[in-house]
Structure formats: structure tokens, C-alpha cells
């Protein structure tokens, strides 16, 4: 499976973006589909992920209310609709598909197909 992540860029707090994820080579609605950040001098940090077991979504607690996950199967893409965004926002955002658990669903450790990573910039 490959990935694709677009739609990233700078924008000012309080300002909103969507990032895109296309997907190609696999079957799409067989994964679970998350995203993934990581800031300069920071470990990669969950997120947000649709399960493509239950359909549900789930969120780190920083974005929780501000960013929604949603996917489209019949065009292979996932997006990440991101709000109210803060500076701490800032980082690159990476896509993951994977078949995790449902326990094990916020570790990056079980993703086995990552995009290229997208830059988002949010200025205070």
C-alpha cells in the first residue's frame, strides 16, 4: 500500500486546514486508517484513527473536539479536518494504515504502511 498525505501548510492559530491521504495498491477499506505527528525534538504522537473494524473514531485528548477523522473507501482517502489550531499544532503529519487491535490501535509501532508526511505551521 502506498500512501500520499497532501494538504498541509502555515496558517494562523485559530485557523483550520484539511489534510488528505490517498491510498493505492491494497484494499483500502481493509485497514485502519490514523495520523500521526511529530514536531521538531519530539517522539511521533497519535493522533487520530478510524477503525476499520467498528467505524469508529478515536483521538488523542489535545485534539479532541478541534480535529475529525473521516474516510472516503470509494476514493481511497482519508482525510483529518484540523480547527481551532494551535501553535503546538505545529509538526509534520503522517499517515498510517495498518490492521491493529483495538487496544493497540494508538501505538505507531503497529502501522505497517506510512505516507510521506505533510507539514502543517500554525503561528501565533
Known amino acids: 500500500v502506498q500512501l500520499q498525505a497532501s494538504g498541509g501548510g502555515s496558517v494562523q492559530a485559530g485557523g483550520s486546514l484539511r489534510l488528505s491521504c490517498a491510498a493505492s495498491g491494497g484494499t483500502f477499506s481493509s485497514y485502519s486508517m490514523a495520523w500521526f505527528r511529530q514536531a521538531p525534538g519530539k517522539e511521533r504522537e497519535f493522533v487520530a484513527v478510524m477503525n476499520r473494524n467498528n467505524g469508529h473514531s478515536y483521538y488523542d485528548d489535545s485534539v479532541k473536539g478541534r480535529f475529525t477523522i473521516s474516510r472516503d473507501n470509494a476514493k481511497n482517502t482519508v482525510y483529518l479536518q484540523m480547527s481551532s489550531l494551535k501553535a503546538e499544532d505545529t509538526a509534520v503529519y503522517y499517515c498510517?494504515?495498518?490492521?491493529?487491535?483495538?487496544?493497540?490501535?494508538?501505538?505507531?509501532?503497529?502501522?505497517?504502511?506510512w505516507g510521506q508526511g505533510t507539514q502543517v505551521t500554525v503561528s501565533s
Open positions: 498510517a494504515a495498518g490492521r491493529p487491535v483495538l487496544s493497540a490501535i494508538r501505538r505507531s509501532s503497529v502501522y505497517y504502511y
